[in-house]
Structures are given as structure tokens and as C-alpha cells.
């Protein structure tokens, strides 16, 4: 029997015990069991989350038996049984032609229709969680709406002057909060044990700008609540130490992890994380809970979060304090101490801004290194400091918690090692994975340059927000498409790494891509060569 042969059976075996931890919903592993583990460890699709998209043409149960009772018959294949019984997801945006001689904000208008959903239906046996309100999804794989996503996405629809798109997909993040308790990673089933890098603050925000301050009264018991799920602990107050789900507790500061409430493979990416589980030679529920955790994230996956800064063999996220998470967290706790002071509560105002407060004192003892010039995160573990230089040392100036001095020298560290032909590298480190070198993000290249400007290191920032537009609109004059990711330290090769091929679409590079076209008055003509 092969090792991928017992690992199924092994597999097979114990999807009970992980789905005792599902709650609220079912999710596809429980729903249609060994058929879901075999679907996924035999790869009949070349990309695990193609089937737990999948929608059931009838009732699950039925497929399940018909299944169990088809599949040791003679001719029996897989595929032909899925396609019978699923309707198999496609991507609208794939069979779209670009017209390369429009600019790209022509086509950046385009797409946004092509990525729009409208309000969803509940299908049985569908991994989608229904949204009450039309959205924007990402593109590509990504057929959802995701979380971290949806802010950078929503800088291209402030720019489109979609305001009631903005709003709606702000009340959908708000739904999701009041229905599940917090905003998953994405509006799927199999994405409820787990966030995403709270930006839900920085969307109310951002739609404030456009509907004025009833904004923050509107969608403050959200607000407070995704506070509450960012800070909750089941065993009380925690020891020096100790963590608790998202919580750690560090001397006198509580501080954040990434966190996943599942001990399992994650469903869409089933196989993978199995069997790196097996090659790590480690507990695998450890492992699962760190690969989860890194999804959780959005840096999925970087060596970051790797004891040795090389392989994901040795991933430690949930050992690990991060400089972004904690500050969102600051950025969240500033917002509600705002909110509270124009409401008159003073108290809940004061308390607030004193866990904010913490926050930067929290990062200046543990996490700021004053001989390098970076923000590390912070292993609470082996109480020291992951020494990987990253992009997330930018958050603290995106927030306004560095000092001057702080901020001068995190901005001579992005000019000589981070900056590159096509804007910021993620790491320094080229690892293999999708979240290292060469690669650059959207996101990152936007809390890069927001950070610098609010400490008036402009023509740094101009001179990001340059290469990585031209190298946007280049690509797309090239290929006829805006990409989830790009190779910014050889512009003329594609972005590589991680578990799936790069996806086109592409929600939050056409968000920044237009907001830093119209900041920086950059003209596209200038990147058709």
C-alpha cells in the first residue's frame, strides 16, 4: 500500500474527530465524507479548493449513498461521478477579452462587473455562506468574498465613486459579524474556524470618508464585537505566558496571534497540508493548526512564521506575536476610543485608548530592534525576536505608532533592501513561497506607502507607488491582465510560489492599482513598452 494510500485511510478514518469541531454549519468534510477525503488525497482536481466549491445537483445524503455504493463497481471514475452529481465552479473573469489598447483604468471599470455577486441564495450542501448584499469578489479561484481583500478592493470602488457597493459589502462583513460572531476569511463554510487580519475598521473608515461620521454609530456594535472575538478567552485571565485562541499574555500586555479554531487539514487545501504534516515528522495536529494559522494571516505562506526562516516544515505561527495583527489591533482600539469620545462615554473612551497606548508600548520593548531598524514579530515562545526582516515592519508607520526617528530608519531599510524595479519585495528572503522574495503584493505596497507619506518621506513613497504601477500596467499591456501577485525584482518574469498558479482578476490590485494612478497622477502610457 503507497503512502499517499495509507494516509487516505488514516484520514478516512478520523474526519469524525476534526469535524466534532465544526460548529453552526456543516462543512464539506462532514457533509460528504470519504468522498470529500478521497476526492481530495487522489488530486481529481488539480487546485483542493476546486471541490469544495462544487454545488450538488441533489440532496448530499443521496450522493454520499450512491457513492458508497458505486464506487468499487468496475468502470467507476471519479470525475465522471463528480461532474454527474456537482456543478463544477468556473471563473467568469477567464473567458473575459481584454482590449490591451484601452488604459487600464477603462478596463479596471470593466471588471468590476465581472467580479460583482449578488445577494446569495442558500443551496444545501453548498459550501457558500449567503451574503444579504451585492459584493466584490477577488477573481480567479477566489469566488467569495474575502476579508483582508475587501479593503484594498474598496480603495478602487471609492476611486469608482461605487459608494453603495462600499456600503454593502461593509453591512455584509457586519452580518457576518451579528451571524457567525466574526468575519471568516472568506463567506465560505469551510473558512468559519478562522479570520483574517482585522481590517474591518479601516472599511468603516474608508466608507465614513464617503457617508460622513453616522457611519461609526452605525456599525459600532460591530465595531465591539470584533473586538471582543480578537480578545475572547475561554480559560479566564491568563498567566505570564500563557495564550488562549487569538490572546496572549505577555507581562502586563495582552496581545494578539493568528489563530485557527481547527485541528485538521484545511478542506481546500486537504491534500497539501497533509502531507506536509507527514514530512514535517511532527505532531500533525500541530502542524495543522500552524498551517492554519498562517492562513489566517493572509501570509499563506512566508518565512515569517518559519523557526528557521527557510522551511515551512519548522512553521510556528501560533507562537508567534505579529507586528501587523498588533497594529490592527492599535488602529481598532483608536477607532473605538474616537467613536467613544464624540458619543460622550468617556469611560469606555478612556480604556480604549489605554489598551492602544499599550499596544505601542507593547511593540517599542518586544518588537522594535533600535540597532537594525525593524519591527520583528515577536516569539513569545522562546521569548525573542524572529530576526526576518518583512513588509510588516511598515504597519506601525501605516498606524502613526513609530516616532520620527523610529520611521527614518524603517524608511532607509525600505530603500536599500526592500525597494526593487517593480516596487517592495515582501521578505528579503526567497524561499519558494508565495509571501517572500520576489514577489510583491497589492496590499503591502499600499500600507508601505501610506506609512512613509504620514512620515513625509514622499518621494519614497512616489517612487514605490511608480514601479509598482508601471509594473501593473505593463504586465497588463503584455498579457491583457491585473494579477493577484507580481515578481517585482525581475519584472519580465511572472510572480511564482505558493500552493496554486497566480490568479487574475484581480480585486485588490485594481483597488490600489487605481487609488495610486489618481494619487500620483500616473499616466499608463508611460508602461506599455
Known sequence: MSKVSVLILFLVLSYETSAQTSRIVKTPDVIYAELFTNVQMEKIFPDGKTFVDCIPKRKPQEILADYRSLR???????????????????????????????????????????????PDNVVEGSSLLPLPNPYIVPGGRFREIYYWDSYFTMLGLQESNESELMENMVKNFAYLIETYGHIPNGNRTYYLSRSQPPFFSLMVG????????SVFREFLPALENEYRYWMRTDKGKLDNGAADRYLVRVDDYSMNRYWDDRQAPRQESYREDSLTAVSSKRKPEEMYRHLRSGATSGWDFSSRWFADGKSILTIETTDIIPVDLTSLMYGLEQMLSAIYTKTGNSAKAADYKSRAEKRIKFLNEYCWNEQDGYYYDYNFRTKKQMRIPSLATAYPLFFKMSSGSQAKKVAENIRLKFLKSGGVTTTLNNTGQQWDAPNGWAPLQWMTIQGLENYRHHDLARAIAERWANLNIKVFHRTGKLMEKYNVMDTNLEAGGGEYPSQDGFGWTNGVLLKLMNKYQIDDTRAKE
Do not use: Q
Open 206 to 213: 474608508l466608507l465614513a470618508e464617503t457617508k460622513g461620521d
Open 72 to 118: 468499487n463497481r468496475s468502470g467507476f471514475t471519479f470525475r465522471s461521478f463528480i461532474d454527474s452529481n456537482f456543478i463544477v465552479p468556473v471563473n467568469p473573469v477567464s473567458a473575459y477579452k481584454s482590449d490591451t489598447s484601452k488604459s487600464v483604468k477603462i478596463h479596471i471599470k470593466e471588471l468590476w462587473p465581472l467580479l460583482h455577486r449578488n
